[in-house]
């Protein structure tokens, strides 16, 4: 009997490790990815439009773990831990540790495109180690998909040429503007829910300082997340492997636009973001950097269902694109995959008449369910998934309020300093 195939569109953060998971299942995989490889020489370092580095938390490494040790421990080690926020006061010198945990707990700074890399380097891997078949193809953008057929066309956007492919299952993973997405209202009454804040990002490269002896250090307390918080808008950084940080401008539209010339952004940062000012290397530097980074929108997207049918089903931004004050966004694109492996998992060994909730799931093989055994997996999958993704979007728009403001109040730095002694 030949496996069932999966045709995902979409080779990001969540794309590619929903590809090593169907593929461990023993399913054939095809992912199609709009760019080109980002791990090929040439693509290094391009700037992809999000954010350079993330914060990963217990949820998205759960998922990392689940899919096998070798896998966590390769992702566990190009993470650096952030136990706390680090608060920056506007007078440039005073600065408030707040620890995430009293145990200790702590979240981690991971770099977008290193993790990208890492996962579909183990989806070749299962290309080439398992017998199943793995094709990952670049430069393909999905022009459109019908959940009824289950089939998709892609376009290469280098060599224009058309391919049709058939599946048995399609999994939208085209991020925050899916097509998918839209496809799948097509095919099936979806509720969207579509908003954009009136705040934009900018991201903005704090290099590493460099000692005496030539040698290079991190400029700030490298274990913390750094905020620099300013009441309607904020400055957040997080830590690099190569010691720089990755520093991002939260704002309103409005004083974007309201910081024309580099006269306007020294000023601008003299007065709300003084030490920061110097760390960056000062007002050119900073200038160069502001005028040339792209301004990027926030906005979130809940919708529901995800799926249609046992035909199809999206995940990650494709699904619940989120504004990213709560770190999850990611975080819970990785928990779609776990828990849509967890529920096919859960059909094949009903199938195969074994306890559901029971034993190790490390080799069950999920390729050969029916279309009926995949819709059950999938109609529980759209049971959960749209209602605990909407709730962290709630939570991401709050938090972003407690960080750009509430965390900077006299009552919250007293909280801390009592839970420190
Ligand atoms: P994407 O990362 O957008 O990947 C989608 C992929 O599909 C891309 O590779 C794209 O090229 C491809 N694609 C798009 N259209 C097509 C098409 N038509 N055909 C084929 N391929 C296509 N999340 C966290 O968990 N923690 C954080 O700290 C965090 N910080 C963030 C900071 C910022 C500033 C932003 C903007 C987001 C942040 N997020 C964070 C959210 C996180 O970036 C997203 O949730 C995550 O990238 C979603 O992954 P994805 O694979 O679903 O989508």
């Given at each position: 009997?030949?496996?069932?195939?999966?045709?995902?569109?979409?080779?990001?953060?969540?794309?590619?490790?929903?590809?090593?998971?169907?593929?461990?299942?023993?399913?054939?995989?095809?992912?199609?990815?709009?760019?080109?490889?980002?791990?090929?020489?040439?693509?290094?370092?391009?700037?992809?439009?999000?954010?350079?580095?993330?914060?990963?938390?217990?949820?998205?490494?759960?998922?990392?773990?689940?899919?096998?040790?070798?896998?966590?421990?390769?992702?566990?080690?190009?993470?650096?831990?952030?136990?706390?926020?680090?608060?920056?006061?506007?007078?440039?010198?005073?600065?408030?540790?707040?620890?995430?945990?009293?145990?200790?707990?702590?979240?981690?700074?991971?770099?977008?495109?290193?993790?990208?890399?890492?996962?579909?380097?183990?989806?070749?891997?299962?290309?080439?180690?398992?017998?199943?078949?793995?094709?990952?193809?670049?430069?393909?953008?999905?022009?459109?998909?019908?959940?009824?057929?289950?089939?998709?066309?892609?376009?290469?956007?280098?060599?224009?040429?058309?391919?049709?492919?058939?599946?048995?299952?399609?999994?939208?993973?085209?991020?925050?503007?899916?097509?998918?997405?839209?496809?799948?209202?097509?095919?099936?009454?979806?509720?969207?829910?579509?908003?954009?804040?009136?705040?934009?990002?900018?991201?903005?490269?704090?290099?590493?300082?460099?000692?005496?002896?030539?040698?290079?250090?991190?400029?700030?307390?490298?274990?913390?997340?750094?905020?620099?918080?300013?009441?309607?808008?904020?400055?957040?950084?997080?830590?690099?492997?190569?010691?720089?940080?990755?520093?991002?401008?939260?704002?309103?539209?409005?004083?974007?636009?309201?910081?024309?010339?580099?006269?306007?952004?020294?000023?601008?940062?003299?007065?709300?973001?003084?030490?920061?000012?110097?760390?960056?290397?000062?007002?050119?530097?900073?200038?160069?950097?502001?005028?040339?980074?792209?301004?990027?929108?926030?906005?979130?997207?809940?919708?529901?269902?995800h799926?249609?049918?046992?035909?199809?089903?999206?995940?990650?931004?494709?699904a619940?694109?989120?504004?990213?004050?709560?770190?999850?966004?990611?975080?819970?694109?990785?928990?779609d995959?776990?828990t849509?492996?967890?529920?096919?998992?859960?059909?094949?060994?009903?199938?195969?008449?074994?306890?559901?909730?029971?034993?190790?799931?490390?080799?069950?093989?999920?390729?050969?369910?029916?279309?009926?055994?995949?819709?059950?997996?999938?109609?529980?999958y759209s049971?959960c998934r749209p209602?605990d993704s909407?709730?962290?979007?709630?939570?991401?728009?709050?938090?972003?309020?407690?960080?750009?403001?509430?965390?900077?109040?006299?009552?919250?730095?007293?909280?801390?300093?009592?839970?420190?002694?």
């Amino acid at each position: 009997m030949e496996p069932n195939k999966v045709i995902i569109a979409g080779g990001g953060l969540v794309g590619s490790l929903a590809g090593c998971y169907f593929a461990k299942r023993g399913w054939t995989v095809e992912v199609y990815e709009k760019r080109p490889d980002p791990r090929a020489e040439a693509n290094k370092g391009s700037r992809n439009h999000k954010s350079i580095n993330l914060a990963i938390s217990a949820r998205g490494l759960s998922a990392v773990e689940r899919l096998g040790p070798a896998t966590y421990s390769k992702v566990k080690s190009i993470t650096l831990p952030m136990y706390g926020r680090m608060i920056h006061d506007i007078d440039g010198k005073t600065l408030h540790g707040q620890a995430y945990s009293a145990k200790g707990e702590y979240i981690n700074s991971i770099d977008r495109g290193l993790l990208n890399h890492l996962l579909l380097d183990q989806l070749d891997d299962h290309g080439k180690t398992a017998r199943n078949n793995v094709k990952v193809v670049f430069d393909c953008i999905l022009d459109t998909c019908d959940f009824k057929t289950k089939t998709a066309r892609f376009r290469n956007q280098v060599t224009g040429e058309v391919i049709e492919t058939k599946g048995d299952l399609i999994v939208g993973a085209d991020g925050a503007y899916s097509v998918a997405r839209r496809r799948l209202q097509s095919a099936t009454r979806v509720n969207i829910e579509l908003k954009y804040i009136d705040h934009l990002y900018c991201e903005l490269e704090m290099k590493p300082k460099i000692r005496s002896d030539n040698s290079t250090d991190f400029a700030m307390q490298m274990d913390h997340l750094h905020i620099w918080p300013r009441g309607t808008f904020m400055l957040i950084a997080l830590p690099n492997l190569d010691k720089s940080f990755t520093c991002t401008l939260f704002m309103p539209l409005a004083t974007f636009e309201s910081l024309k010339t580099p006269e306007d952004l020294s000023a601008f940062f003299r007065k709300y973001f003084p030490d920061a000012l110097e760390l960056f290397g000062g007002e050119e530097t900073i200038a160069q950097e502001y005028f040339a980074n792209p301004k990027g929108d926030l906005f979130y997207v809940k919708c529901s269902p995800h799926h249609y049918k046992g035909n199809g089903v999206i995940v990650g931004d494709a699904a619940h694109c989120t504004v990213p004050f709560y770190a999850q966004g990611m975080n819970c694109g990785f928990e779609d995959i776990e828990t849509l492996d967890r529920l096919l998992v859960e059909q094949a060994k009903i199938s195969q008449g074994k306890a559901a909730e029971t034993g190790d799931d490390s080799d069950i093989k999920t390729h050969n369910l029916t279309p009926e055994q995949i819709e059950a997996a999938l109609i529980k999958y759209s049971d959960c998934r749209p209602r605990d993704s909407a709730s962290m979007i709630d939570l991401a728009l709050h938090n972003y309020v407690e960080m750009r403001n509430n965390v900077n109040k006299l009552s919250y730095k007293l909280r801390f300093m009592i839970e420190k002694k």
